[in-house]
């Protein structure tokens, strides 16, 4: 993968997560954390839909690697509704 390539994957996955904690109403921060999110939420999303033997929606190959972005920000808005959760109950212990 070339240097182009991952800033390209890179992104990517900073739209899918911004779209996934729109979704969710949270944020856990800027791009930086909208890429981490939506990196991490692209695993989550292709778990899910593995467990359940669901197809992949829409791929984008990048660098001879699909980026799965549906389940991408399938999978960020479950990470940043665990995070908003995570962070609600540390807040309310204060």
Not at 3 to 20: E, F, T
Not at 25 to 31: E, Q
């Amino acid at each position: 993968m070339s240097l182009l390539q991952l800033i390209v994957l890179l992104v990517i996955a900073a739209i899918c997560g911004s779209l996934g904690q729109s979704l969710v109403g949270y944020s856990a921060g800027g791009c930086l954390a909208s890429m981490i999110v939506g990196i991490i939420g692209a695993y989550i999303g292709m778990w899910v839909a593995n467990e359940f033997n669901l197809p992949v929606f829409f791929a984008l190959n990048i660098g001879g690697k699909p980026f799965p972005i549906i389940w991408s920000v399938i999978g960020s808005a479950i990470f940043a509704a665990i995070l908003a959760l995570i962070n609600r109950l540390v807040r309310g212990n204060r």
